[in-house]
């Protein structure tokens, strides 16, 4: 009997480490699986963030070189100028893309550099106990926000993809969810776009995934998927704000 569902082969064995729920282990897959299907495990070189997938490399079996937070963009910079032929992609977090990377990340998009970045959005600081993040909803509790986000005090959520989908050298943006199978189809899709953008060296590439958090938002695994599509689809729409390849923005 044929196979129909398989571990990827870049995909190692170890048991993730996360919460049940957690959006991570998802896209950890589903990059996996593009890398076997783009036959690019030998030529890709990931950069994890200071957060809860600060350990990718115990999963992806390929290369990963771990960097300073928030400095992901810089690091892949470095990457692909020195070796242009290698896939570079960084993995990051709300808080490693838009609170202390968000220098380094504006400053690669705006100057076009040939990198892919997949932007993990949960809306809260999930490994140091559920902090409020730049990305958190108005009225979203988090350990320090706990009467709720309120935008005279903490400010607004920062749309930061929808920033750097204004910049120049940003050639593929895009935003989606995993909140239920097909948009995790979605999601697949729209990272293996931004692999082709880089790798048809157009320009700067970023996936944004909006992805649950169980453990922080307090909810089950089901209702948190239930949250991310009532609650974190509203504040922050999916769907491409720029393709410069079909001449597509948002």
């Not at 170890?14 to 299907?37: K, N, Q, T």
């Amino acid at each position: 009997m044929k196979p129909v569902y398989t571990r990827p082969t870049c995909l190692k064995s170890a048991p993730f480490h996360y919460c049940p729920g957690c959006g991570h282990s998802i896209i950890h897959r589903l990059v996996c699986e593009l890398i076997d299907e783009m036959s690019l495990r030998g030529k890709v070189i990931c950069i994890p963030p200071a957060g809860c997938a600060v350990l990718a490399y115990n999963y992806f079996d390929f290369d990963v070189c771990e960097s300073a937070h928030g400095r992901g963009c810089a690091i892949a910079t470095g990457f692909k100028r020195a070796r242009p032929d290698r896939i570079i992609f960084t993995y990051q977090g709300d808080g490693d893309m838009a609170a202390i990377g968000t220098a380094e990340t504006l400053h690669a998009a705006n100057r076009g550099e040939k990198i892919t970045s997949i932007f993990v959005n949960n809306a809260v600081y999930g490994m140091t106990g559920g902090q409020m993040a730049p990305t958190t909803l108005l009225g979203q509790k988090t350990s320090t926000s706990p009467y709720g986000r309120r935008p005279e005090v903490e400010g607004y959520p920062l749309r930061i993809t929808d920033i750097i989908a204004t910049l120049p050298g940003a050639a593929y943006v895009t935003r989606t969810s995993l909140a239920t199978p097909a948009k995790i189809r979605e999601t697949k899709k729209a990272i293996k776009k931004g692999f082709e953008v880089q790798m048809a060296g157009i320009g700067y590439s970023l996936v944004e995934v909006l992805s649950p958090c169980p453990t922080n938002w307090k909810l089950s695994p089901r209702d948190s998927f239930t949250y991310l599509a009532e609650r974190m689809e509203k504040e922050y729409p999916i769907g491409v704000m720029k393709d410069v390849t079909t001449k597509k923005e948002g």
